[in-house]
């Protein structure tokens, strides 16, 4: 059970990749929880790779993902094995299961982004909130200038059929256009911290630590022993 929750949660979180793009590199520690669950995850950027380790209850995969390629590998760490998500994701869409839809445009514009005069402390550093637009409520980001751009955010819709819905949190979806963030927040948006109300509930995800440090290339491949879990007619 708590395997299949944590591989549950892995999928419906490893889409927030792609919503990752960053010119910080380094390592976040940050909780979410929601949904009577709580995961900790440890974010790994580098470039347009990131790497996300995620426990929850003892039990602990990886997601790694190239926001150039569009590759998307989980890290099964008990089993030592690795998987494949994005064929998996075409193989259930050939078969009518959970497929993802085709890619949106990237956005052009952000939504309305409310600043407000929030100011918190988290991890050491100071930060301001500001309130987004989401289909279910509100979505307050904590955000810190100074340090780049990094955001956790939640995969195209559909991902989460890959689970199916309800059996973990996921964090809403927010624009994938570093571009657009870039010039409306010239001086960087680094988030510490959301609160937002999603289709699972509410889910919050707030950091715990940060450093900035070189991530060697080793982290976002395979660790030597593990082996590739195939998917059915893809041979193995």
């Known amino acids: 059970m708590k395997r299949t929750m944590l591989l549950a949660a892995a999928a419906l979180v490893a889409p927030a990749a792609a919503h ?19 995961i900790e995850i440890e974010q790994h ?23 150039e390629s569009g590759k998307v590998l989980m890290l099964m ?14 193989m259930m869409g050939g078969m009518g299961r ?52 990094f955001m ?25 256009n570093a571009e657009i963030w870039q010039k ?3 001086d960087g948006f680094f988030v510490l911290k959301v609160d937002a109300s999603t289709a699972q509930g509410k889910v919050s995800w707030v950091v715990r630590s940060l450093e900035k440090k070189t991530i060697p290339e080793e982290m976002f491949k395979p660790p030597p022993g593990y082996n ?3 998917m059915p007619g893809r041979g193995g």
């Not at 990752?20 to 709580?38: C, N």
């Open 20 to 38: 990752a793009q960053t010119a910080f590199e380094g390592t976040v520690k940050a909780v979410m929880s929601g949904g009577g669950m709580e």
């Open 45 to 67: 950027a580098r470039g347009r790779m990131l790497r996300q380790d995620m426990t929850m209850q003892g039990g602990s995969v990886s997601v790694i993902t190239d926001n």
């Open 77 to 90: 760490h008990a089993q030592k094995m690795w998987m494949d998500m994005a064929a998996m994701s075409q």
């Open 98 to 149: 959970g497929a993802q839809p085709p890619a949106a445009a990237p956005p052009t514009e952000l939504p309305e982004i409310r600043r407000t005069d929030r100011v918190e402390t988290i991890a050491g550093h100071e930060c301001r909130h500001y309130i987004m637009p989401n289909p279910n409520g509100e979505v307050d980001l904590c955000a810190m200038t100074g340090m780049g751009f």
């Open 152 to 176: 956790p955010g939640g995969g195209p819709p559909g991902m989460g059929g890959m689970a199916g819905r309800g059996q973990s949190p996921s964090m809403p979806a927010l624009p994938a």
């Open 184 to 186: 409306e927040f010239k």
């Open 228 to 230: 590739e879990m195939k």
